[in-house]
């Protein structure tokens, strides 16, 4: 179930674990007065399969005898393995309970032995005493790690028992298509970290897929309607221009063209994917895949945080596309009819409407697929500093760069060059068919991905001032755009508009974190603070972050975060988004602000009980290497 909720929810879910419990018996039932009034089951049987949910172990089903009972008497006592051992349920004393499993089939008894005994032994490791509360299990979680029944297992029971998920036919077909993407090493180490990159590389595969699928859909469109003239002919760049010099004060969008509307591609249907040609697919894949090779090791700026900047970049990007879409697409087709047979311009709006108020992007999906493709690579061969000490490290590429967002110019070369390998021709043709449309393409990733060097000052203050020659005085932009006549409607120019709110996509995806539920941004300020610690320990940074981290995040949230979440609510095209980001940041401030100096405490203790470890480990492996020799 988690690795289906996977792509809609994004990565990581699928490591979230369900423990549930099952008991058979009467129960009583109604709904309880109060504000809180709600549908409710009572009793003791309720009470019993609480227990079982409580001493059951992550991704197990734990059923009573009594469940037991009723299953194998319904023909399905093969899908139960008596439990070893008696657990103690509080208030039941011990019980003796069983582990189902829905999907199993029915074996042959020396199979069935070997089953039995396959998952007793790989439980009895994990508990080498029962877990008998919620309190004990909630500790314990980290270490089980007991799969689910489709993952690895291997248990010697006289002989080895293996279930290897890379033969499923799905892995093999992966597999197949990440060869010499310089993934090969990653993909062969075992269990989950393994497991991790496969669903990483496949939830972004999938998310850009879903993207990509608007454009070809669109593009189809138009060339059915007469609008599209391919004219591909190869562009030419200046090698020797940097990115950073690259930057534009507005990336082209296409103007309203009431005509070249099509809810078809609005928000197309699961089956459009199809549309996209088998080679590109598997090129897409190869290429995030090569992507993802392509990021180092390190806590922060690793692939999990492209992929997490990757899935936030996506929501605001659908916030803006779905805001209005889905109500436009439900009844588009009798509001045309309507406007034909009335001939009074009814509803004539309706289509201005949802492209002015997203300042077109609603209607331009290869700025949608550029966004989030910035968003997947703009980290790329971050090796772990910021730009200061890169410099330092790396004069010759520094010097290549002029000393100017080195890691952002970098990382956009490296992802850019790839696409342009001939390996990938049949993804670049589904990107972008004209002239114009390659050079919109490259600009967008070069505008936001450089955009996240927040440290640069003059690129900030220049933001600054296109985001008020954007916005300033704005308010009555829906009253400018309905007042002007048809024609007039498409002369307007949003091109400026529309470009920096992608580019505030892409720099709020970036902290989205510092957005989001407290937990998430706990989490993420860790690794941001291992990171800087490693940088120090290993002589690459000249302070120990640990002494300015929590006064530091206040300022952080006062200079950057607050208002760049205040943007997302002022720019007006995020809807209830931008008050929900806006919301987060100033409640984890607050939490930050009371909790944040005894959490960097607990950051610091933790860094040196596994630094102290580690050290211990070495010597523990130098004496024993000397007492052998």
């Known amino acids: 179930l988690t690795k289906e909720l996977e792509l809609a929810l994004g990565p990581g879910t699928a490591d979230l674990g369900i423990r549930i419990g ?12 109060g504000e809180k009034a709600r549908f409710q089951l009572f009793g003791d049987t309720m009470n019993t399969a609480s227990r079982m949910e409580s001493t059951s172990i992550k991704n197990m089903i734990q059923v009573t005898a009594e469940t037991a009972t009723i299953l194998t008497e319904s023909g399905k006592g093969h899908t139960l393995i008596a439990r070893e051992g008696l657990i103690k349920a509080k208030g039941k004393g011990l019980m003796q309970t069983y582990w189902l499993r829905p999907k199993a089939k029915m074996q042959s008894r020396s199979s069935r032995i070997q089953s039995e005994y396959a998952i007793e032994a790989h439980a009895s490791r994990q508990e080498e005493q029962h877990i008998h509360s919620r309190a004990q299990h909630d500790e314990a979680r980290e ?45 062969s180490t075992p269990g989950r970290q393994q497991e991790g990159l496969r669903r990483l590389i496949k939830w972004n595969t999938a998310v850009l897929e879903s993207i990509l699928t608007k454009v070809v859909i669109q593009r189809s469109e138009q060339r059915r309607r007469s609008f599209f003239k391919p004219n591909k002919k190869g562009v030419r760049y200046d090698d020797s ?34 549309l996209i040609p088998g080679k590109a697919r598997e090129e897409l894949r190869a290429y995030v895949a090569r992507i993802a090779s392509m990021y180092r090791d390190v806590h922060f ?16 990007i659908n916030k803006v596309v779905l805001r209005d879409a889905a109500e436009y697409n439900s009844s588009a087709r009798q509001r045309d009819e309507e406007e034909k047979k009335s001939g009074d311009g009814k509803g004539k709006n309706d289509k201005a409407d949802l492209f002015f108020s997203t300042y077109g992007i609603s209607a331009d999906p290869l700025a949608q697929f550029a966004v989030v493709f910035a968003a997947l ?5 971050h090796t772990g500093v910021p ?55 490259r600009q967008l990733p070069i505008n936001v991905v450089i955009a996240t060097d927040i440290a640069d000052r003059e690129r900030r203050a220049g933001e600054r001032v ?13 009253d400018e755009w ?27 995806s970036d902290v989205a974190h510092t957005m989001q539920h407290w937990l998430t941004y706990v989490k993420w300020n860790e690794r941001l603070y291992k990171e800087m610690w490693s940088a120090y320990v290993n002589g690459r940074a000249e302070n120990d972050p640990t002494e300015n981290w929590y006064k530091g995040e206040i300022g952080f949230f006062d200079g950057y975060i607050i208002p760049l979440a205040t943007k997302l609510k002022d720019c007006g095209v995020f809807g209830s988004a931008g008050d929900e980001y806006l919301g987060n940041a100033l409640r984890n401030k607050a939490e930050w602000i009371e909790k944040g100096a005894a959490i960097v405490e607990e950051f610091e203790a933790k860094i040196k009980r596994k630094s102290i470890s580690e050290k211990s480990g070495s010597t523990r492996s130098l004496v024993s290497s000397t007492s052998d020799s």
């Not at 507005?250 to 249907?269: E, G, H, K, Q, Y």
């Not at 700026?301 to 605001?316: D, G, I, N, P, R």
């Not at 010097?399 to 967002?405: A, G, R």
């Open 466 to 478: 296109r985001w008020e020659k954007a916005f300033a005085g704005d308010s009555n932009w829906e």
């Open 143 to 187: 270490e089980l790690g007991l799969p689910s029944f489709s993952h690895h297992h291997q248990v010697k029971v006289g002989e080895s028992i293996a279930s290897d998920t890379s033969q499923l036919p799905m892995h093999r077909e992966i597999d197949d298509s990440w060869k010499d993407t310089g993934l090969k090493d990653a993909l």
């Open 301 to 316: 700026h690793s692939f999990e945080h492209a992929s997490h900047v990757t899935m936030s970049a996506q929501k605001l």
């Open 377 to 381: 690579v703009h980290d790329v061969d």
């Open 387 to 441: 730009n200061v000490q890169l410099i330092k490290e790396k004069p010759d590429l520094a010097s290549k760069y002029k000393n100017i967002s080195v890691a952002e110019n970098n990382s956009i070369k490296c992802a850019w060059s790839e696409l342009m390998q001939p390996e990938f021709a049949n993804l670049r043709k589904c990107i972008f068919e004209t002239n114009e449309d390659e050079t919109r393409f």
């Open 482 to 508: 309905k007042s002007l006549s048809e024609m007039e409607l498409s002369t307007v120019d949003i091109s400026l508009k529309a470009t920096v709110v992608l580019e505030q996509i892409v720099l709020a």
């Open 22 to 33: 099952l008991h058979s018996g009467p129960v009583t039932a109604g709904v309880l007065r």
């Open 241 to 274: 221009a940097l990115f950073s010099e690259q930057i534009a004060e507005s990336v082209d969008i296409p103007r309203f063209n009431r005509a070249a509307m099509s809810s078809t591609w609005l928000m197309p249907s699961k089956d459009k994917v199809a």
